[in-house]
């Protein structure tokens, strides 16, 4: 053997050798880069579904839990008050709910999948304080009239709501108040934060 194919032959393996070692130090120095994307497990904690227990709520209660960060309410509206939520249409700003403020599954007068469990981010639409739930029906409070089928009221502005989270005209908040994307697991079980059509 030659001493230039032998050279050759060395240059050969040191090129291999440099390049093999070169894409091991770049997927060695990449895997911590592509990692810090990755979000913490608290993170990922906080956007996963929230399971709530819908079997005991009695009608006209509500039942608070924490998705995302936010509050999330699941009320039992009583027969009456679902009868009643198309009285006040004409002192609502959206009561067709119009806006992209709900999942399409909850795009019908009650905003729910089911007329009497309402589920909704209780996080006021104006600056985002937290309403107060206000079950009565024809509640005499000034704050919602007196002659609805009761709603949410927030103390910070003044913002009302009714029974299905949508707007009184003439408040400061702009929007119905938002639903989550929820499924019904069983009856007894509802879902906070999975799609109706997930998997």
């Given at each position: 053997m030659?001493?230039?194919?032998i050279?050759?032959?060395?240059?050969h393996?040191?090129?291999?050798?440099?390049?093999?070692?070169?894409?091991?130090?770049?997927?060695?120095?990449?895997?911590?880069?592509?990692?810090?994307?990755?979000?913490?497990?608290?993170?990922?904690?906080?956007?996963?579904?929230?399971?709530?227990?819908?079997?005991?709520?009695?009608?006209?209660?509500?039942?608070?839990v924490?998705?995302?960060?936010?509050?999330?309410?699941?009320?039992?509206?009583?027969?009456?008050?679902?009868?009643?939520?198309?009285?006040?249409?004409g002192?609502?700003?959206d009561?067709?709910?119009?806006?992209?403020?709900?999942?399409?599954?909850?795009?019908?007068?009650?905003r729910?999948?089911?007329?009497?469990?309402?589920?909704?981010?209780?996080?006021?639409?104006?600056?985002?304080?937290?309403?107060t739930?206000?079950?009565?029906?024809?509640?005499?409070?000034?704050?919602?009239?007196?002659d609805?089928p009761?709603?949410?009221?927030?103390?910070?502005?003044?913002?009302?709501?009714?029974?299905?989270?949508?707007?009184?005209?003439?408040v400061?908040?702009?929007?119905?108040?938002?639903?989550?994307?929820?499924k019904?697991?069983?009856?007894?079980?509802?879902?906070v934060?999975?799609?109706?059509?997930?998997a």
């Amino acid at each position: 053997m030659s001493s230039d194919e032998i050279n050759e032959s060395r240059r050969h393996f040191l090129t291999l050798a440099t390049v093999v070692a070169g894409a091991v130090g770049a997927v060695m120095a990449a895997v911590p880069f592509v990692s810090s994307m990755e979000p913490s497990a608290r993170a990922k904690a906080l956007g996963e579904p929230v399971d709530v227990d819908v079997s005991k709520i009695e009608p006209g209660s509500q039942v608070k839990v924490k998705w995302r960060g936010k509050p999330v309410w699941v009320v039992q509206r009583p027969q009456e008050a679902v009868a009643a939520l198309p009285k006040v249409d004409g002192r609502l700003r959206d009561p067709k709910s119009q806006e992209l403020q709900q999942p399409t599954y909850c795009k019908n007068e009650y905003r729910s999948i089911k007329p009497e469990l309402f589920v909704v981010v209780g996080v006021c639409t104006h600056l985002g304080c937290s309403p107060t739930y206000k079950p009565q029906a024809n509640d005499p409070d000034p704050q919602l009239g007196g002659d609805g089928p009761g709603g949410f009221f927030c103390p910070c502005h003044g913002s009302k709501y009714d029974l299905a989270g949508r707007v009184f005209k003439g408040v400061p908040a702009p929007l119905n108040l938002q639903v989550p994307p929820y499924k019904f697991v069983s009856d007894a079980l509802i879902r906070v934060g999975e799609d109706e059509g997930a998997a």
